[in-house]
């Protein structure tokens, strides 16, 4: 039997979407490369790690529906199903796959940070992966060039987010008298 989703579900659905859109506007753009550096990732691993697979999963679904609906959520202020089939459109349907992702993995291990940065990076490695198909595919670019300017650069960033997300989640997670 499915539970439904209770309104405290649907709201933290709903903020963890607004998290992701407002963090997508905090980018900068590399010069070789169409792919932003923002920070809707740490988002990500937060909604993953806190709301866990179904309820992370589904906030970064409403993310790039809204997105794909016209309203202006996507990096930029951009918006609209053209910027979802182009180049950087991968890496954010690989959003809601990445946060469905940690929240399963999360819910398997046990509560422990080092634990909640591996299911972070495996997440990582489903948008960086869905993301890097579908830059190929609309770029025509080989696989090594798509490496060199959609994965390489951001690993470093990403690794720090992972860092901070994880610690957030633990502390977030565990109660104080139970560390």
Same mark, same amino acid.
């Given at each position: 039997?499915?539970?439904? /989703?209770?309104?405290? *579900?649907?709201? =933290?659905?709903?903020?963890?979407?607004?998290?992701?859109?407002?963090?997508?506007?905090?980018?900068?753009?590399?010069?070789?490369?169409?792919?932003?550096?923002? =920070?809707?990732?740490?988002?990500?691993?937060?909604?993953?790690?806190?709301?866990?697979?179904?309820?992370?999963?589904?906030?970064?679904?409403?993310?790039? =529906?809204?997105?794909?609906?016209?309203?202006?959520?996507?990096?930029?202020?951009?918006?609209?199903?053209?910027?979802?089939?182009?180049?950087?459109?991968?890496?954010? !349907?690989?959003?809601?796959? !990445?946060?469905?992702?940690?929240?399963?993995?999360?819910?398997?291990?046990?509560?422990?940070?080092?634990?909640?940065?591996?299911?972070? /990076?495996?997440?990582?490695?489903?948008?960086?992966?869905?993301?890097?198909?579908?830059? /190929?595919?609309?770029?025509?670019?080989?696989?090594?060039?798509?490496?060199?300017?959609?994965?390489?650069?951001?690993?470093?960033? *990403?690794?720090?987010?992972?860092?901070?997300?994880?610690?957030?989640?633990?502390?977030?997670?565990?109660?104080?008298?139970?560390?």
């Amino acid at each position: 039997m499915k539970r439904k /989703m209770s309104v405290k *579900d649907l709201m =933290l659905t709903a903020l963890f979407a607004a998290l992701t859109a407002m963090l997508s506007q905090v980018s900068f753009y590399l010069p070789f490369t169409p792919v932003p550096f923002n =920070l809707a990732t740490f988002s990500v691993f937060m909604a993953g790690g806190l709301l866990g697979a179904a309820r992370g999963g589904m906030s970064q679904l409403v993310y790039v =529906l809204l997105g794909a609906a016209g309203a202006p959520v996507f990096s930029r202020f951009s918006g609209g199903l053209g910027y979802l089939t182009g180049p950087t459109g991968g890496f954010i !349907a690989g959003y809601a796959a !990445a946060a469905f992702v940690i929240g399963l993995i999360i819910a398997k291990l046990p509560k422990k940070m080092l634990f909640y940065a591996a299911a972070m /990076m495996v997440g990582a490695v489903c948008y960086f992966t869905m993301g890097t198909l579908w830059f /190929m595919f609309v770029t025509k670019n080989t696989l090594a060039a798509a490496l060199a300017m959609c994965v390489f650069p951001y690993i470093p960033g *990403d690794l720090l987010k992972i860092a901070l997300a994880a610690i957030l989640v633990r502390r977030l997670l565990i109660p104080k008298f139970t560390r």
